[in-house]
């Protein structure tokens, strides 16, 4: 079975600065992705950064990025520059090869950025 | 594109009571799903389908029933609706297999008294 564990409930942050988001997993695969998923107050759940497992670098996406430590087992998110538009819950997810073709979610860190 | 769309957006059921949860897509992907989400606990894999005919089972499918009949459709059933179904909905939908990206639905809150 895989699992993933996002240990901080909630977060804040000041408008500009920076936060980083916690994750963490456990899979016996080998193959496998990661992904942070951002849920704002309207619902709808959108990508915001993937990671495959084999690639040595860290993913980015504009302000968002990842720390990937692969052996540590640990996905955290990077949101530099916080916008007002930031404040959302975010998911973690993982996806394993062997694992039925199931996506496993974390429990979520809701983020609220302070004007 | 409508992408991902889903009725209803709200649901009100008695214990006991079944109903259908609609899900469409418009993008031609293969990979479907249903999710349920409760507070502190994430989104939980109900069932989901990696094309027209073939649905399986995520990590909690009991009380739930789906079919795949076309690329385009993934209904969610419940057969006789419990308390502890009360949850919001979401399906999604993937071009091949959950390493894609995932494209949500808006969600159905399902209260079940």
């Known amino acids: 079975a895989q699992t993933v564990t996002q240990s901080q409930p909630e977060m804040s942050v000041q408008e500009a600065e920076t936060v980083t988001l916690s994750c963490t997993y456990d899979t016996s695969e080998s193959d496998y992705y990661l992904f942070w998923y951002k849920q704002p107050p309207s619902r709808q759940m959108i990508l915001v950064i993937r990671?495959?497992?084999?690639?040595?670098q860290n993913a980015t996406e504009n302000r968002f990025s990842v720390n990937f430590q692969k052996a540590a087992k640990s996905f955290s998110l990077k949101i530099s520059d916080s916008q007002l538009g930031d404040a959302a819950m975010y998911f973690c997810a993982l996806w394993g090869n062997n694992a039925g073709n199931m996506l496993t979610f974390g429990g979520g860190t809701r983020l609220m950025v302070k004007p | 594109n409508a992408g991902v769309t889903q009725t209803p957006k709200f649901q009100v059921l008695k214990t006991g009571q079944s109903m259908t949860l609609q899900c469409a897509q418009d993008?031609?992907?293969?990979?479907m799903s249903w999710y349920r989400q409760d507070p502190g606990m994430g989104l939980r894999l109900i069932h989901y389908s990696v094309g027209a005919g073939i649905t399986d089972q995520g990590e909690v499918p009991n009380g739930y029933n789906v079919s795949r009949s076309t690329t385009e459709d993934f209904p969610l059933r419940l057969l006789s609706a419990a308390p502890s179904q009360t949850s919001v909905y979401f399906c999604?939908?993937?071009?091949?297999?959950?390493?894609?990206?995932?494209?949500f639905g808006p969600g159905t809150r399902l209260t079940v008294l």
């Open positions: 990671q495959e497992a084999y690639k040595q």
């Open positions: 999604a939908s993937s071009l091949l297999a959950g390493y894609n990206e995932q494209f």
């Open positions: 993008m031609n992907h293969e990979y």
